[in-house]
Each structure stands twice: as structure tokens, then as C-alpha cells.
Nanobody
């Protein structure tokens, strides 16, 4: 019914920037909540940024002022600036979507690797 495809990860030097995207397709009526999570090696998956109905947006303290979540139609973005080695991890988008069939649930992207290293 709904598919999410992530892109934009890669290797970047400290201080650099990357932009991740998460394209949603399928029987979508609305995207109610959009979020990005990060899972560092050997650690749990943590929330990085979340935006609810485009009204409230929150960021993890570690990324405030450096990361920005946004959306254009059914594609959600995470702009990451001033990257640090501790930003390394697999980034997952998570969207709460209402479909034409009337259901609302969370969908996950496949994950994209971000490595910050010199």
C-alpha cells in the first residue's frame, strides 16, 4: 500500500553536510507525523527529529541548530550541517500515514548509512 525509499547517505568529513530524503508512494491520503531516527553501531535507535502535522517540530539536543527536517509533498528531508563523527549511524525515516483505505499506521524506510570521518 505504501512504500518509503530513502536516499542521500554517504561518507562525509567532519564539518560537512548531507541531505537525506525519504520518498513515500502509494495509497497516501495524508502524512500526519514525520520523523528521522538514527542507530549508531551497537546502540539503540534514537529519535533525531520529529514534526507533527507541520505544526510542532522537535530535535534531539545533540542535533539542535545543525539538523533540519522538512517536507515537499510526499518526500521528507533531513538536512544535516556541521556534521560530527558522533552523527555516524544508519538513519531511518518514520512516517505516520493515513491511506485511502482509512487506516493510519507508521511506516519505516529501509535505512541509509551516514559516516562522518576524516
Amino acid at each position: 500500500q505504501v512504500q518509503l525509499v530513502e536516499s542521500g547517505g554517504g561518507l562525509v568529513q567532519p564539518g560537512g553536510s548531507l541531505s537525506l530524503s525519504c520518498a513515500a508512494s502509494g495509497s497516501i491520503v495524508s502524512i500526519n507525523v514525520m520523523a528521522w531516527y538514527r542507530q549508531a553501531p551497537g546502540k539503540e535507535r534514537d529519535l533525531v527529529a520529529i514534526s507533527k502535522s507541520g505544526i510542532t517540530t522537535n530535535y534531539a539536543d545533540s542535533v539542535k541548530g545543525r539538523f533540519s527536517i522538512s517536507r515537499d509533498k510526499n518526500t521528507v528531508y533531513l538536512q544535516m550541517n556541521s556534521l560530527k563523527p558522533e552523527d555516524t549511524g544508519v538513519y531511518y525515516c518514520n512516517l505516520r500515514i493515513t491511506t485511502i483505505f482509512g487506516g493510519t499506521r507508521d511506516y519505516w524506510g529501509q535505512g541509509t548509512q551516514v559516516t562522518v570521518s576524516s
